[in-house]
Structures are given as C-alpha cells and as structure tokens.
C-alpha cells in the first residue's frame, strides 16, 4: 500500500486554487470527504458523450443494425468509462487541487468533447480518427497526471505511479499505430488495445496499491449514475416530444413514457436503497465493484436509447417490429438490475427473500418484451411491483 500522510483536517475547495502543491497520497480514512465542484464539472461533460452514443446507438437500433449499432456502442463507451473510471480513481487517492491539476484535468474534459464530436463518424462510417484524438488527448493528460504523482511519490509509490505512466503511453502509442493500419486489422487490433488498456493498472499496482477513500469512491460511482439517469429521463422526453409535435399520437406514447419513467425511478431506488461504501474494504472488492460499472453506466444509458426506440416504433418510424423495439428497453433494464444487485444490493439484504427481490425483477421486465407495443409500461410496472416488494420485506426486517 502506498505510503499515507497523517489524518489531517478536510481540505476546503477554494475558489482560487494554490498555484502549486506537492502531490502527496490522500489519507484513506480523510473525513467528510466528498466529490469537489471539478468532478462534478468533469462527470457532466463526459456524459456528453455517453449521449452522443445513446443517440446513435438508437438510430442504428431503429433502422435494425443491431450489430454495428452495439459494436460501435460499446467501443464508444468503453472509451468514456474508461477515462472516467481511471481519472475517478487516480482524484480519489491523488487530488490536489492546484492549479495544474485543475488544467490537466480541463485538458481530459477537451479530449472527452473531442471524442463526443467523432462519434457519429464511429457509428456511420467507423471513422475512428476524431473519437481515437478525444480519447488520446484524455489518456495523455492523465499521463501528466501520474508523472507528478511519482514526483510527489519515493520507493515503491513511486514505481507504481511511474508503471502507470509508461502504461497508459504505451498504449496511447498503439491506438494512433491502429489509425495506420487497414481496415481489416482492426477486429483483431482493437480488442487487443482494449485488453491492454485494462492490464495497465494490474502491473502497475501488482506489487502496492495506490490509496483510495471509500465514500469519495462510492460517491463518485453514484453521482455518474445518476446523470446518466438523468440522460436517459431527457433523451426519452426529447424523443416524446418530437414525436407528439410530428404525429400527434399522444394516445400511442403515454404508455412508453409512463412506463420509461417507472423503470427510471425504479432504477434509482434499487441502486440507492442502502449505502454501499462499507462493502468496499479491500482493493480486490473495490476494483471488481468499479470494473462492473461498465455494465451499470453502459446499461443506464441503453434505457434512454430504447426508450427512444420505443417512441419511434410507437409513431411507426422505427424500422423494426413492436417486440424488437420493446426489447431495446428490457434488456438493458434487465442487465442493469442483475448487475445493480449482484455489485452491491445482494451485500445489503437479509434472507433469500429480499436477495431474490431483484433478479425476480429482471425476469419478469424480460419476459415483458413479449406484450410487444405494451411491454415497455409492463416493464415499468413490474418494476414498480419489485420495488414495493422490497420496501415491504425491508420494513416486516425491521421491525
């Protein structure tokens, strides 16, 4: 474990940040610590960018390219997830709060819009230029970042920091070689720059982990969620209302607008029922609750996308059947809920009742996908149903 400063009073976040500190490891057990005005700054702009995936994932859903359409989603959002996850973690143990840190973090805010930009080129034309620019801009800074924490850093600390910086150049490095390469390579060279990606902070932190603080952790991780949420509420009403001003078929949308907006409440009551930073005591915890939010974020958006979907088949401009664009909302309302409950609702229930709670719900909003037109307010309302059911197991526990 990298080496801890002493306890020390929680740090203000002043206006006018200090021209330059000594990055130094934040102390884990830091009181009151919470997400500062620049996070919150930095996540809003990212999801940004998850909109722009949403919004051409749905198109490419609606016209019935499924497999494009998820290809190029999830390599859109493993890039943004990405950048998120490892600025997240790397603020949580090494934030600072001067200036540079504030400019280097603007500059990752840059990339991230870079990479919004080139989307739609990803998607029409798998154009990868503007989105891969975004993504190395993001990657480079965040490479600054570790140089001055290994500045900061002596002995083992600061070879893990330095690890990290040779990494994440490394890989940067073979993201613009892939530009080079035919169009034919990249099945094969994507994946493989994914999987390098992902073993960065395993050599790096393979013989010491960087410090991280728990509530900070848990704090960030739920504010993303719930602005993608968020997202996907205005993407879904966006949709509704462009419908109703072209079609005028109220009648057809009150039913996928009712219903989109039970799954979304639903989907935020599930995820903050009980708090979750206590279950994140190890690092081997941490890291797989953190890693498993690529299923949580990337399914949170892919609500808003079918919703989209939802509404277009409902005024008859989708390209696809009733039931195809019913399932574009279950099965992300499906994966978000298992995976919800398998990251860390299950750790917060008592007995097989309350741990069935959620998976029964994800069974049932799939199996809604065959009511066809009506399966999106069928899986609204059993949503609805599930999160009754564990208010009332939860209240009969706690008497």
């Keep these: 474990m990298a080496s801890e400063p002493a306890a020390a009073a929680p740090r203000p976040y002043p206006v006018d940040p200090p021209p330059v500190r000594r990055m130094v490891p934040r102390d884990r057990h830091e009181p009151h610590r919470v997400a500062t005005p620049l996070e919150l700054f930095f996540d809003l702009c990212f999801v940004v960018a998850v909109g722009q ?8 859903l609606a016209a019935g390219h499924y497999g494009e359409g ?20 790397f603020a949580s143990a090494y934030d600072c709060d001067d200036v540079p840190y504030r400019l280097t973090t603007l500059v990752q805010i840059a990339g991230v819009l870079i990479l919004a930009a080139g989307v739609p080129r990803l998607f029409a034309t798998q154009d990868l230029v503007l989105a891969i620019t975004g993504y190395v801009v993001m990657r480079l ?16 600390a600061r070879g893990v920091a330095l690890r990290y910086a040779l990494g994440i150049t490394i890989c940067q490095v073979g993201w613009v070689v892939l530009l080079l390469l035919p169009d034919a390579a990249r099945p094969v060279a994507v994946p493989l720059g994914v999987l390098c990606e992902l073993a960065v902070p395993v050599l790096a932190e393979l013989r010491m982990q960087t410090t ?30 462009s419908a109703v001003d072209e079609h005028e078929g109220l009648g057809r949308l009150v039913p996928v607008a009712i219903g989109g907006l039970l799954i979304c409440f639903a989907a935020w009551w599930l995820y903050f029922a009980r708090p979750v930073h206590e279950h994140l005591r190890s690092n081997r915890q941490a890291f797989a609750w953190g890693y498993g939010h690529y299923l949580v974020f990337g399914s949170a958006a ?29 099965v992300p309302t499906a994966v978000y809920l298992g995976t919800v409950w398998f990251l860390h609702s299950r750790h917060t229930k008592r007995g097989p009742a309350a741990q069935a709670v959620a998976p029964t719900g994800a069974v049932l909003v799939l199996a809604c996908t065959a009511f066809g037109a009506s399966g999106v307010l069928a899986a609204g309302l059993a949503c609805a149903l599930m999160v009754a059911v564990g208010v009332l197991i939860h209240s009969r526990e706690s008497r």
Excluded: C
């Design 302 to 330: 892919a609500i808003g996308t079918g919703l989209e979907v939802a509404v277009e088949s409902a005024v008859h401009k989708a390209e696809i059947s009733d039931t195809a664009s019913t399932a574009t909302v279950t």
């Design 141 to 156: 800074a965040m490479v600054t970042q570790w140089l001055r924490a290994a500045a900061g850093e002596q002995g083992p």
């Design 212 to 241: 991280w603080h728990p509530h900070h952790i848990a704090e960030r991780y739920g504010l993303f969620t719930l602005i993608v949420l968020g997202e996907a509420v205005a993407a879904a009403t966006v949709a509704v209302q």
């Design 70 to 89: 998820l290809r190029g989603y999830a390599l859109a959002f493993f890039a943004i997830w990405w950048a998120w996850m490892n600025f997240t973690w």
């Design 53 to 60: 995936a949403g919004r051409e994932l749905a198109h490419s």
